[in-house]
């Protein structure tokens, strides 16, 4: 079982930037993939960014491409992501996922994240 904490949300006007933390607890080392989705009300949950806990490649929406980044501290079991340039249309919930499958590439789908932290809200006013 992993257990993961988000941290960073907030509101902020466009054009600006937020970071986001994932910070993993229990059996971390069975993690291969962290994933950054985003969900708004009356849609599904969408990826932004995924990171490999091994070799650190990394995948990005085409929306965020350019203006978000994701990395990690592995030593600290924890994931970021930097959000710059931030627009209207990024506000959603945005939530953390762990997936311990990893074909080559991270899935960039929910379904195999089996892990979620409670989410936290990024809300961009224009």
């Known amino acids: 079982q992993v257990q993961l904490v988000e941290s960073g949300g907030g509101s902020v006007q466009a054009g600006g930037s937020l970071r986001l933390s994932c910070a993993a607890h229990?059996?971390?080392?069975?993690?291969?993939?962290m994933g950054w989705f985003r969900q708004v009300p009356g849609k599904e949950r969408e990826g932004v960014a995924y990171i490999s806990t091994v070799g650190s490649v990394t995948h990005y929406a085409d929306s965020v491409k350019g203006r978000f980044t994701i990395s990690q501290d592995t030593a600290e079991n924890t994931v970021y992501l930097q959000m710059n340039s931030l627009k209207p249309e990024d506000t959603a919930m945005y939530y953390c996922?762990?997936?311990?499958?990893?074909?080559?590439?991270?899935?960039?789908?929910?379904?195999?994240?089996?892990?979620w932290g409670q989410g936290t809200q990024v809300t961009v006013s224009s």
């Open positions: 229990g059996y971390t080392y069975s993690i291969n993939c």
């Open positions: 996922g762990a997936s311990r499958q990893y074909g080559g590439t991270c899935p960039f789908r929910p379904g195999p994240y089996a892990d």
